[in-house]
């Protein structure tokens, strides 16, 4: 069946293959993600910040040096913890070991959380978005990106190689896909935009802007590459606030 939630970042040849790709400077996650996430985050100054699915807690690094008060993050994946405890040793950082469906969330305490890449992982993201709800404080934001729902469509297409083109098929079951990723099998599930549009009107958010990382001409080193990365949809951006002010 596939690896499921942050299971295959605990396989060696996988993590050392996935953090050598994910940390080029020409990563689309680089490029076109974290422009678009950072132009909704905005100023962090003096913000309590929780991170869904760090990974190796470089995002963190950045978000403190940015001069958020505290940052605090949860991952499943053993590696991952330890690479982001090791990368945030010297900081204002707290890093917990827990899958996202377990963890307990705190009640009223963050300014800001986000989460990059992660929820299209997860199969019940209901319990999630009504816990992130009540983690937030009064005038708290919930921020995040998911893989576009272009991509996690096809259930043919997430078997093969190298994209040339993309089949956009089933895009309305809402299930589970077995992707072949960095020469794994993961299990990733799909959702359209309406759907998570309304998993998180249904959590008590109001969506108040929304992307999909459309790319930047500066931000690449050749045309073709620019050209070809205009051609789909990579990721789907969302930023929220509380609907009812408790």
């Not at 969330?105 to 890449?117: A, G």
């Not at 992130?132 to 272009?150: E, M, T």
């Not at 996690?152 to 079951?173: P, Q």
């Not at 205009?230 to 609907?243: A, G, V």
Request: charged content about 30%; overall charge negative.
């Amino acid at each position: 069946m596939g690896y499921k939630g942050s299971t295959v970042y605990d396989n060696e040849e996988f993590n050392r293959n996935y953090i050598a790709r994910r940390n080029r400077k020409e990563s689309p996650n680089n490029i076109m993600e974290y422009p678009a996430l950072m132009r909704f985050i905005g100023d962090v100054k003096g913000s309590e910040i929780l991170d869904l699915g760090c990974g190796d807690g470089l995002f963190g690094l950045d978000l403190l040096e940015a001069g958020c008060k505290g940052y605090e993050a949860v991952d499943g994946s053993d590696k991952m913890v330890e690479a982001a405890r090791e990368n945030l040793s010297n900081q204002s950082a707290s890093i917990h070991h827990a899958p996202l469906e377990n963890w307990n969330f705190p009640t009223n305490r963050y300014d800001l959380i986000t989460s990059r890449l992660v929820f299209h992982y997860i199969e019940d993201l209901s319990g999630i978005f009504e816990r992130v709800y009540q983690a937030l404080r009064a005038d708290g934001r919930f921020i995040f990106s998911v893989q576009h729902p272009v991509l996690t469509a096809s259930k043919h297409g997430a078997l093969e190689g190298k994209r040339t083109s993309w089949n956009v098929d089933h895009y309305f079951d809402l299930d589970g896909r077995v992707e072949n990723w960095i020469d794994k099998e993961v299990v990733k599930y799909h959702r359209t935009i309406e759907e998570y549009f309304r998993l998180l009107t249904g959590a008590g958010f109001q969506i108040k802007n929304l992307s999909e990382c459309p790319p930047e001409r500066e931000n690449f080193k050749t045309e073709e590459e620019f050209e070809r990365r205009k051609r789909i949809p990579l990721f789907l951006l969302f930023s929220c606030c509380l609907e009812n002010i408790r």
